[in-house]
């Protein structure tokens, strides 16, 4: 059976439990057409980049699928018509990732960052070199002269 990813969002203003409500609703459709859920992830409320359907965020979560194209094509036709849910997008996968997802990873990693103290020696924003101040593009007195009277 194929492989599928599937991310899909939901308003803003439901609840965690009314959106694992969701999440299970869709598990099911999936089963009982014949598919089976690997993984499912819940990445929380984000904020959107732009509104859509008047919300500013969205509650974001993961699915990886194994089922047959018409399992998918249900479900997909169930979260066109559910209110609830504003975007969703499935890829078919090769195979599914072991470890956790990049959305998953993203809020452990950003211990790991190195400060910003440590950006190498680099010279202080006053310091322009032999440059001076106008940044060697030099000033109206290094101009030339001899277009003056060409008009």
């Known amino acids: 059976m194929p492989l599928y990813e599937h991310v899909f969002m939901a308003r803003q203003d439901i609840s965690n439990a009314q959106m694992d409500t969701l999440t299970e609703q869709f598990k099911s459709i999936i089963t009982d057409n014949g598919g089976k859920i690997g993984r499912t992830e819940y990445w929380g409320l984000k904020p959107l980049t732009y509104r859509i ?61 190195p400060d910003r103290g440590d950006r190498g020696d680099r010279p202080d924003r006053g310091d322009r070199g032999d440059r001076g101040p106008r940044g060697g593009r030099g000033g109206r007195d290094d101009r030339s002269d001899d277009d003056e009277g060409d008009a």
């Not at 919300?55 to 194994?66: D, F, G, P, V």
């Not at 979260?79 to 990873?105: A, K």
Request: net charge negative.
């Open 53 to 113: 359907r008047k919300n500013r965020k969205a509650h974001y979560a993961l699915m990886n699928i194994e089922a047959p194209a018409a399992a998918v094509a249900e479900m997909e036709r169930q979260m066109g018509l559910n209110e609830d849910v504003i975007r969703f997008m499935t890829i078919r996968v090769e195979e599914h990732e072991e470890e956790p997802s990049v959305q998953m990873r993203a809020g452990r990693d950003r211990g790991d960052r």
